[in-house]
T-cell receptor
Framework: SQELEQSPQSLIVQEGKNLTINCTSS?????LYWYKQKYGEGLIFLMMLQKGGEEKSHEKITAKLDEKKQQSSLHITASQPSHAGIYLC????????????FGQGTTLQVKP | ETGVTQTPRHLVMGMTNKKSLKCEQH?????MYWYKQSAKKPLELMFVYNFKEQTENNSVPSRFSPECPNSSHLFLHLHTLQPEDSALYLC???????????????FGPGTRLLVL
């Protein structure tokens, strides 16, 4: 079965610093989602990548899907305390089935 | 209200109780999902409904019983739960999932369940 591995598991950065979170799949990704979660709350959709080599940006967050569609990275530029939370990558396990599997999450703390 | 709402936000129940979780989406979507998020485990899909029909049961124990009376509402009926069922239960919705392209799922705030 497909698995998603996120790295690092946790990250503490100083405000203003850049950071990258990676998501690696054991199989080809049909679609890769990035979500953000505040502890104990729901997931907030950030962006979705579908095509190999695709890159999307929203404010200071950029996500890329590699050409082979087995790895994605999430990059935050000039981090702020509001970026703190748990970042989750998710992917459709078998195509457009709606059955998402998720990585274990990366917990980000931003020190003012 | 907008987006996906869930009630209650917190629930404490004994192992012999029967309770229900409610999810409502105001996005005009046709697919709804239940997920379970336990401590230190990845988010797990439980059930999928598309146009009120259950299309996925991810080997979930029968003590969890979903109900989808219409495309806007989804319930999770709970009975004789175990302490290990304590978790955050998240509901999500998407336009549907029988298209030839990816449909983004939008999540509710979750219900924090504690089984004593």
């Amino acid at each position: 079965s497909q698995e998603l591995e996120q790295s690092p598991q946790s990250l503490i950065v100083q405000e203003g610093k850049n950071l990258t979170i990676n998501c690696t799949s054991s199989k080809t990704l049909y679609g890769l989602y990035w979500y953000k979660q505040k502890y104990g709350e729901g997931l907030i959709f950030l962006m979705m990548l579908q095509k190999g080599g695709e890159e999307k940006s929203h404010e200071k967050i950029t996500a890329k899907l590699d050409e082979k569609k087995q790895q994605s990275s999430l990059h935050i530029t000039a981090s702020q305390p509001s970026h703190a939370g748990i970042y989750l990558c998710g992917a459709d396990a078998s195509g457009n089935t709606g059955k998402l599997i998720f990585g274990q999450g990366t917990t980000l703390q931003v020190k003012p | 209200e907008t987006g996906v709402t869930q009630t209650p936000r917190h629930l404490v129940m004994g192992m012999t109780n029967k309770k229900s979780l409610k999810c409502e989406q105001h996005l005009g979507h046709n697919a709804m999902y239940w997920y379970k998020q336990s401590a230190k485990k990845p988010l797990e899909l439980m059930f999928v409904y598309n146009f009120k029909e259950q299309t996925e049961n991810n080997s979930v124990p029968s003590r969890f019983s979903p109900e989808c009376p219409n495309s806007s509402h989804l319930f999770l009926h709970l009975h004789t739960l175990q302490p290990e069922d304590s978790a955050l239960y998240l509901c999500a919705s998407s336009q549907d999932h029988w298209r030839d392209y990816q449909e983004t799922q939008y999540f509710g705030p979750g219900t924090r369940l504690l089984v004593l």
